[in-house]
């Protein structure tokens, strides 16, 4: 079983930015593919972000490619997803998620690949 816990969301004006944070706990943390998802009100989760367990791969959704940027720290059980030129359409609650006995070098975009999940954390951008 792995935890994990996201923390670093808040309010922002748009252009500003934010760093967020996912701990995991409860199990060896490198061999796990990571990803960053959201949701707004009223719409279905969406992909923004995933990281291969090496770090060397990522990709990111259409919509945020340029502006934010994956990043993990093995050592400290952490993945981080760092926002800048928010936009009021940025405003969601993202979620990390984790996948176990991923390859070195795969990353998934879909929410049905991960088995674990955060309980989000509020980002919200005002105009």
């Known amino acids: 079983q792995v935890q994990l816990v996201e923390s670093g969301g808040g309010l922002v004006q748009a252009g500003g930015s934010l760093r967020l944070s996912c701990a995991a706990s409860?199990?060896?943390?490198?061999?796990?593919?990571m990803g960053w998802f959201r949701q707004a009100p009223g719409q279905e989760r969406e992909f923004v972000a995933a990281i291969s367990w090496s770090g060397g791969n990522t990709d990111y959704a259409d919509s945020v490619k340029g502006r934010f940027t994956i990043s993990r720290d093995n050592a400290k059980n952490t993945v981080y997803l760092q926002m800048n030129s928010l936009k009021p359409e940025d405003t969601a609650v993202y979620y990390c998620?984790?996948?176990?006995?991923?390859?070195?070098?795969?990353?998934?975009?879909?929410?049905?690949?991960?088995?674990?999940w955060g309980q989000g954390t509020q980002v919200t951008c005002s105009s």
């Open positions: 409860g199990r060896t943390f490198t061999n796990y593919a």
């Open positions: 998620a984790a996948t176990p006995g991923a390859r070195s070098g795969s990353y998934y975009i879909r929410d049905v690949s991960y088995t674990y």
